[in-house]
């Protein structure tokens, strides 16, 4: 199993990117699913994440600018990431919860600068 992750890139502040997902299998929709970015030198941190329930959970700081979405016949997921501010700046991961293992995509860097 495969997770494919693209869409990051440089932009400036104030703009837009979206984050996609591509999972080699079928993702059901009671798999939790989520973003997580990484600055160097420390841990993952939640950016937000699809429950198996289908709540959402957000980090406080990505709260109205970010949204996360995932389309199952696609098995894709996206990160819509709207008025992008310097700290938004690291490497992004997906994330997919089958029901034996986290599966984790490669990372896509994102960088917000002038």
């Known amino acids: 199993v495969q997770l494919q992750a693209s869409g990051g890139g440089l932009v400036q502040p104030g703009g837009s990117l979206r984050l996609s997902c591509a999972a080699s299998?079928?993702?059901?929709?009671?798999?939790?699913t989520g973003w997580y970015r990484q600055y160097p030198g420390q841990q993952r941190e939640l950016v937000a994440k699809i429950f198996g329930t289908g709540r959402i959970e957000y980090a406080d700081s990505v709260k109205g600018r970010f949204t996360i979405s995932r389309d199952l016949a696609k098995n894709t997921q996206y990160l819509q990431m709207n008025n992008l501010k310097p700290e938004d700046t690291a490497i992004y991961y997906c994330?997919?919860?089958?029901?034996?293992?986290?599966?984790w995509g490669q990372g896509t860097q994102v960088t917000v600068s002038s």
């Open positions: 994330l997919l919860q089958t029901a034996s293992e986290d599966l």
């Open positions: 299998v079928r993702i059901f929709s009671f798999w939790p």
